[in-house]
């Protein structure tokens, strides 16, 4: 399993390597360190720490994260690590800890009784008594989307991980559009064309016409030599993304080239004007 330095999670997150640090503690990451070795952060704690993070960037002051995340230290079972719980902040004010159907305020201890809305009503929810938390039968896996956005933030600097993370996303959520065009843009990358053709294929069929799925089917097609198919792809996402000026360049190429001059100048002319209000 990949490890990853202090500075590497300050890159990947995009924050300080101090405030890696800080939170790290807060969180009590790896308690058996000892105090002069360096932290080694594995993938399930950048979960956290990702976490940590949206939490403090949604108005959550330290002292109230390090004292929540110290009383989730206290409720949870014997084993059962942090990052098998999703932690939230409702209207910037109360941290909430989810468990499968279970909420709750690790600062109060009460239970909470979540309602379906995800609009702002959402932070007024009826409070039950007060309870510990269950053991659950097993560890959560990180959700799709945690999967995603890590392979996000990994994609430019462990590509390796990011193809894994992509691949986890869409294991768990096979419709997942964003994560097979990002998993088709590495393998792009990689120079794997094959298996790229096949991921932005995967995207098209859950969703149809989606713009960055047909743009990057065309530039893989063109890279293999059928530009036929190319500029059939380039239409498709310009028709479902009118604004999406490489796409007009492509076409201008690709017609330049097939003695087209019309069509090409046509192209060339509306993502000249793109670029130029962009």
Do not use: K
Not at 76 to 92: E, K, V
Not at 144 to 152: A, K, Q, R, T, V
Not at 167 to 184: H, S
């Amino acid at each position: 399993m990949s490890t990853y330095t202090t500075t590497d999670v300050a890159g990947l997150l995009g924050i300080s390597a101090a405030r890696v640090r800080r939170l790290a503690r807060s969180a009590r990451l790896h308690p058996e360190r000892p105090s002069s070795a360096p932290y080694e952060f594995e993938f399930r704690d950048l979960v956290l720490l990702r976490t940590a993070v949206a939490l403090e960037e949604s108005g959550i002051t330290a002292r109230r994260l390090l004292r929540s995340i110290r009383a989730l230290g206290s409720q949870l079972p014997s084993g059962r690590p942090l990052t098998a719980l999703r932690i939230t902040a409702h209207g910037g004010e109360e941290i909430v800890a989810m468990d499968d159907d279970l909420a709750w305020n690790p600062e109060s201890g009460q239970t909470r009784l979540p309602l379906e809305s995800d609009g702002p009503e959402a932070a007024d929810v009826t409070t039950i008594t007060r309870r510990r938390p269950r053991r659950p039968a097993a560890e959560r896996a990180p959700r799709p989307e945690d999967w995603y956005e890590l392979g996000c933030a990994l994609q430019t600097e462990d590509p390796a991980q990011a193809e894994h993370a992509f691949r986890q996303a869409l294991e768990g959520e096979p419709e997942f559009v964003d994560a097979a065009v990002n998993l088709g843009w590495l393998l792009h990358e990689r120079g794997d064309l094959d298996a790229a053709e096949r991921e932005y294929r995967r995207a098209l069929e859950s969703h149809p016409g989606h713009p960055t799925a047909a743009y990057n089917l065309g530039v893989a097609l063109e890279d293999r030599g059928r530009t036929a198919e190319a500029r059939d792809w380039y239409l498709v996402a310009i028709e479902s993304d009118p604004l999406l000026a490489d796409a007009y360049y492509n076409l201008s190429r690709l017609c330049e080239r097939s003695g087209d001059r019309a069509a090409a100048l046509r192209y060339l002319r509306s993502y000249s004007q793109l670029v130029s209000i962009g």
